[in-house]
């Protein structure tokens, strides 16, 4: 039997298990996914564990999906030019890293039909997956990006990487038209210490957290007259393209799929 799991730290909130192993149902796979609480010192064992075919694919979240990078033999042109993973698998006895992410998210705004062309996007956060949502929003033709995080010299970093976004410090807050929120408060019911309600209304908020299903950070939104989106999609096609690397397999989103995560 084949055996995937997600890796990540906090891992309790992840909801991969539950959709993976619906879409493994659904295509007759004979294969089990896990969730799997790791420090980091474990990830080179846990890479070996791929390497013998213990394991067959993993996902990786919060904060692994940058440090797992040394260990692994090569990475996709997605993944290397974000310097972020978030499917290991092997092919042709090499472990390859790769970024569903970047997919992950472009086709969430898709299927809401949003048009990031000649809009001002704002990113806060500057952890793993923010590199992912640049490329993406890039990728559909985003020119205005600002990115802001409460440690500036991690947003300097990303800059490195996307030349062309401008860095704004933590609570200078510039006009924008979509806000993305790429950092980890909300996981935890946590409050931002931005007064994101003083940039008035008819916004786009969007949240990469899709557990909780309405963070206070769209909650607030709402309440100020703005249009709100979780992670919920992003996420369902990120592990679309996971299962699809792993299985070649495209499963079905359809409603049942969408419904199971609620
Ligand atoms: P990592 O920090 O290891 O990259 P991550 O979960 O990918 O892990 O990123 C967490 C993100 O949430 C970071 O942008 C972090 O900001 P810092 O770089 O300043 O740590 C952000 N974050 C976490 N708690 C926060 C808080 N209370 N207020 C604002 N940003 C926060």
């Known amino acids: 039997m084949k055996k995937f799991c997600v890796i990540g730290n906090p891992i309790e909130h992840s909801l991969s298990p539950k959709l993976h192993n619906f879409w493994l149902k659904k295509n007759k ?36 999906k940058n440090s797992v990078i040394p260990f692994l033999d090569s990475l ?26 970047i997919v992950g998210f472009e086709l969430a705004l898709r ?3 949003y048009d990031v062309t000649r809009k001002k996007a704002l990113i806060l956060g500057a ?21 802001t995080n409460r440690t500036f010299e991690k947003a300097e970093k990303i ?10 410090k933590w609570g200078d807050i510039p006009e924008f038209d979509i806000v ?24 786009f908020f969007y ?13 607030d939104a709402k309440l100020n007259g703005n249009k709100t989106e979780n992670g919920r999609m992003m996420f369902i096609y990120q592990a679309h393209q996971s299962f699809a690397l792993w299985n070649k397999v495209l499963p079905k989103i359809d409603k049942g799929t969408i419904e199971i995560l609620k």
């Open 111 to 113: 299927y809401i039909n």
């Open 207 to 219: 949240d990469v957290i899709y557990n909780p299903s309405e963070t206070n950070f769209l909650k």
């Open 159 to 168: 800059k490195e990487t996307f030349n062309d976004i401008t860095i704004q």
């Open 76 to 101: 996709s042109s997605e993944a290397k030019k974000t310097n972020s993973v978030n499917t290991i698998c092997k092919e042709e006895d090499k472990i390859i890293g790769h970024n569903t992410d």
């Open 127 to 147: 952890g793993g997956v923010s590199p992912s949502i640049i490329l993406a929003l890039k990728n559909m033709g985003c020119e205005n990006i600002y990115l």
């Open 29 to 64: 796979i004979e294969a089990i996914y896990e969730k799997k609480l790791l420090e980091e010192k474990e990830i080179p064992k846990l890479i070996e564990s791929i390497r013998k075919s213990e394991l067959n694919g993993v996902n990786v979240t919060v904060p692994f």
């Open 180 to 203: 993305i929120n790429a950092t980890s408060v909300g996981l935890n019911k946590e409050n931002f210490d931005l007064e994101l309600n003083k940039f008035g209304n008819n916004k």
